[in-house]
């Protein structure tokens, strides 16, 4: 089960840092994802890190502002968002993949899903 929290309303060129809690004794050998998906449009990746944290992925929109990182004592794995813009405005979805056959950046890679939480960035 994961649970995602930190999300809420911050102004443009603000920061917010989600977390996303998971429970079990197997969080250390998951990769982890973000994704996010504002009202209309599809769920899109925002960034990944593998189960060691020694890669991470992160889409181009959000590249140089959001870092992905992982505590597997604490089975949390986090995403820093600088520098927000509205754009950045979405439900953001955190999710655990047991195996990665394909890309990161795929849904369908991942086999369990957070609830979500609201990002907004006022302008």
């Known amino acids: 089960q994961l649970q995602a929290s930190g999300g809420g309303l911050v102004q443009a060129g603000g920061s917010l840092r989600l977390s996303c809690a998971a429970s079990?004794?197997?969080?250390?050998?998951?990769?982890m994802g973000w994704f996010r998906q504002a009202p209309g449009q599809e769920r899109e990746f925002v960034a990944a890190?593998?189960?060691?944290?020694?890669?991470?992925y992160y889409a181009d929109s959000v590249k140089g502002r959001f870092t992905i990182s992982r505590d597997n004592a604490k089975n949390t794995v986090y995403l820093q968002m600088n520098s927000l813009k509205p754009e950045d405005t979405a439900v953001y979805y955190c999710a655990a993949a047991r195996y990665i056959s394909g890309s990161y950046f795929y849904t369908r890679e991942y086999d369990h899903w957070g609830q979500g939480t609201q990002v907004t960035v006022s302008s």
């Open positions: 079990g004794r197997t969080f250390s050998t998951y990769n």
């Open positions: 890190i593998s189960w060691s944290g020694g890669s991470t």
